[in-house]
């Protein structure tokens, strides 16, 4: 192919996704505008109920978004200023900033390059006396390795905090990620699995306490009209967002699946080639991915992705840079002798286009793409 391209692959493509269920969504919306009540309605009330039918957990508690979700969450339990919660570098700055924004320490450990998530086997020596959680994260929709984490906080007594943004629908042991802890967080950003038409967020619990807790910190710490028992804040779901929540959520399995048959066709594409490829889904594999993100490892990244995007191909980088090499978290970078998984991970990573859109002739596009730009090393 000579001179510039004209074939544009979408990293992400909700224009289509739109179309795919215009009708059920507009209507959906017309609902809300038509019943005149736009903050803690029906929609949002049915929302949770069916969210927490799909997760198999007690209760859901929707909120404004999934950093949000994360913060409340750490809120309802009661952390003290200097109280440390483990988590990973590798991560949006949302599961981070949210561990400051309650006045805890983030203390970051190692992650595996196998599945990009929290290595249980690093755990343990990052536990103080100041230890309160460990905060899962559920990387590119992976679930972490649930049962050995579960045990080293049975261990020493921690709260599991599972940031499940990513992985909605993903699966460990056959649970739904999010379950496991408990407290489960998810992101409903527009380009997630189950993807509002804006910000919103959610909280599963199984806790009763933790539950009627967290209803009261998402609006105000209010109790009934003007009389407040805590101090909340306002993070609320709204009906419209709900009402498209719903709408969504009926097809998210049908849409995860979608995304299975096109890593499907990734994995065959990819192989023998000099590429790191995720896990992948089988019956004797116990992380199940919903395939939010089909990432691969690659020397000569950078390249890589010039190289596609001049095929027309849109890559993202989930994350290019660590945590703790941030300007905003300089405080962290004393963590770089414990994180060198991490930063071999982060200069190698590079998310191929993943929806539930994408068509297959799109897929083999890319591969064939990958597979020029090695033959191009080779006779170089």
């Not at 994995?267 to 080639?273: A, C, D, S, V, Y």
Request: aromatic share 10%; hydrophobic share 35%.
């Amino acid at each position: 192919m000579s001179g510039k391209n004209s074939r544009k692959i979408a990293f992400q493509d909700l224009k289509k996704l739109h179309k795919r269920y215009k009708g059920e969504i507009e209507s959906s919306i017309h609902r809300v505008l038509g019943s005149g009540w736009f903050i803690l309605g029906k929609e949002v009330e049915k929302f949770e109920k069916e969210f927490s039918k799909f997760s198999g957990c007690k209760y859901t508690v929707s909120v404004g978004s999934g950093t949000e979700a994360i913060k409340i969450a750490l809120e309802s339990l009661e952390l003290s200023e200097g109280d440390e919660v483990i988590t990973v570098s590798n991560t949006f700055v949302s599961t981070v900033l949210s561990i400051s924004a309650v006045g805890a320490k983030p203390v970051l450990v190692d992650i595996n390059q196998k599945n990009f998530n929290i290595d249980p086997s690093k755990i343990e020596e990052a536990i103080t006396e100041k230890t309160k959680v460990i905060m899962v994260v559920h990387m590119n929709g992976y679930t972490a390795e649930m049962d050995q984490i579960l045990a080293i906080a049975k261990k020493y007594g921690l709260y599991v905090v599972e940031d499940a943004c990513q992985a909605h629908g993903s699966m460990y042991n056959g649970k739904i990620a999010g379950t496991f802890g408990s407290l489960g967080c998810f992101s409903f950003y527009p380009t997630k699995n189950l993807g509002a038409y804006g910000d919103g967020g959610a909280i599963i619990t199984n806790n009763k306490r933790l539950y009627d807790k967290i209803k009261l910190l998402r609006n105000y710490g209010e109790t009934s009209k003007y009389y407040y028992k805590i101090k909340g804040s306002n993070s609320r779901l709204d009906e419209i967002q709900a009402a498209v929540l719903r709408v969504k959520l009926k097809h998210l399995r049908e849409t995860n699946r979608r995304r299975q048959t096109l890593a499907n066709l990734y994995f065959k594409g990819l192989r023998n080639l000099p590429i790191f490829l995720p896990p992948k889904n089988t019956t004797s594999n116990p992380l199940r991915n919903n395939y939010y993100l089909f990432p691969v490892m690659v020397e000569k990244r950078d390249e890589l992705q010039s190289f596609l995007e001049k095929k027309g191909v849109s890559t993202q980088i989930h994350y290019p840079v660590p945590i703790h090499l941030q300007r905003s978290y300089r405080e962290l970078r004393g963590s770089r002798k414990n994180l060198l998984v991490t930063e071999h991970v982060c200069k190698r990573i590079l998310s191929l286009p993943m929806h539930s859109e994408l068509t297959k002739e799109e897929v083999l596009y890319v591969c064939g793409s990958i597979k020029r730009f090695f033959k191009r090393q080779i006779k170089i």
